[in-house]
């Protein structure tokens, strides 16, 4: 139920709606949840109402996570 | 650098053997993570000593059986079209579904949003329009935006049944089940999207236990148990994200300024759970007049559970889908005797769907 779709903004149709598009798919979706949407934000959609914009440069955080899980798999003796 | 996911999820479970030296019991709290632990087979890949057990992650499921037939009475009447999202439709209440009212001759139609709903109330003027409003924090500010349009709009035939309830309070309630004893967390990724990081942090202050929230595929649940495995050795506890892409820590405060706006802290009933204070939302007094059960006289009435029925257990935690007699026997999702097996993210239902050779 909580499942929320990441899709691209192609079209700001008014103040709480644009077209979103996830793959070859464009939906409308509201607007209403995020400040200023705007044309190519990436937003998480969930029950047709975007809930957040995606924010890809925090990724590294995750990055030095998995450089530590691969440190830590290597340590690990396999039969 | 390790850039596949399936990589990833080997890694992780590799870590993970290296960590796990003691008994490790964590809950996954959201409904979608349940789903998506059943459907990639994670636990397989989990080391002896570690366990994940499933939470009251599925709105519809902990939906209280009074709840249910509050909509249900509701959608007896003839000038009432009833709203829902489709994971509704098949929840059995005392006496019949909503599918079943509807084969009977009740107005009730499918909505993908609260949106819809209220464009569906714009079409009939001349029918009452309830939206089942159900759902966590993720779900609830998009009918509190709605509502404020019908309000703005002076839509008068739409009303809310509102089912909305909240997550933090119900985890403390778990956390201090000493029977259940718990290691940790696996926090609902949108949930937080929407609230932040704060709101659990009486999960480690109060009951030393780490919380980590994750994303939903199968490597970002790995990161998240990492993140918790690695808090429990390094004996420490506090609220970690490993989705920072989608969760700020302060959470979405457009969201949460159109909750506050529409909505006030209120106990609410959780099947399997009882009465838990501060784990429900209500209509502040300036929208009562789209309070479906305000418009309608009506009040949720004791209700029964079905006969034999252990969702209740399931949800608290206290056993798993394997554990109820019922599962998998007069219970499938094509005869489903509990909402545990009718949502397509409740626990029973992914555990029959993708876990048969995960029995645990």
């Known amino acids: 139920m909580c499942l929320a779709v990441p899709h691209t903004l192609v079209e700001i149709t008014g103040p709480n709606t644009a077209i979103g598009r996830a793959g070859t798919i464009e939906v409308e979706i509201r607007t209403d949840l995020i400040e200023n949407a705007s044309l190519g934000d990436r937003v998480l959609v969930h029950a047709g109402f975007a809930i957040e914009r995606l924010q890809p440069e925090e990724a590294s955080e995750i990055d030095a996570l998995w450089e530590e899980i691969r440190a830590l798999s290597g340590t690990v003796q396999h039969d | ?360």
Request: hydrophobic share 40%; net charge positive.
């Open chain 2, 1 to 360: 650098m390790i850039d596949l996911p399936r990589e990833r999820v080997l890694a992780a479970a590799s870590a993970l053997r290296s960590l796990v030296d003691r008994p490790l019991k964590f809950m996954e709290v959201c409904g979608t993570h349940t789903v998506s632990i059943y459907r990639s087979g994670l636990r397989a890949l989990f080391p002896e000593g570690l366990s994940l057990i499933s939470g009251p992650g599925c709105p519809v499921c902990v939906t209280a059986q009074e709840e249910i037939d509050s909509l249900l009475r509701l959608s007896e009447r003839k000038d009432i079209i009833i709203a829902t999202y489709g994971d509704m439709l098949r929840v059995p209440g005392s006496s019949t579904s909503l599918a079943e009212a509807r084969a009977h001759g009740a107005s009730v139609r499918v909505v993908l949003s609260a949106a819809e709903a209220l464009q569906l109330a714009r079409e009939t003027p001349d029918r009452e329009v309830v939206f089942a409003g159900v759902g966590f924090e993720t779900t609830a500010p998009a009918t509190a935006a709605v509502l404020l349009q019908a309000s703005r709009e002076k839509v008068r035939n739409f009303a809310v049944l509102n089912l909305h309830k909240t997550v933090p309070a119900v985890l403390e309630v778990l956390a201090a089940d000493s029977e259940l004893s718990l290691d940790g967390f696996l926090l609902p990724g949108h949930v937080s999207t929407i609230l932040g990081l704060r709101p659990y942090g009486p999960l480690p202050e109060k009951y030393g236990l780490p919380c980590v929230v994750a994303g939903f595929e199968p490597d970002q649940i790995m990161a998240g148990i990492t993140l918790l495995v690695l808090q429990k050795r390094r004996g420490i506890s506090g609220v970690q994200s490993a989705y920072p892409e989608a969760v700020r820590p302060t959470g979405n405060r457009k969201a949460k300024r159109l909750l506050e706006t529409v909505f006030e802290e209120a106990d609410s009933i959780w099947r399997g759970l009882g009465q838990i204070p501060r784990s429900g939302l209500k209509f502040k007094a300036a929208f009562s007049a789209y309070d479906a059960r305000v418009r309608f006289g009506i009040s949720d009435l004791p209700a029964r559970e079905p006969a034999g029925c252990r969702c209740g257990d399931v949800l608290a935690g206290r056993i798993q889908p394997f554990g109820c007699p019922l599962f998998a026997n007069r219970c499938t999702p094509e005869t489903p005797v509990g909402p545990c097996m009718v949502s397509s993210e409740g626990s029973c239902s992914a555990a029959y769907r993708y876990g048969r050779g995960d029995r645990l």
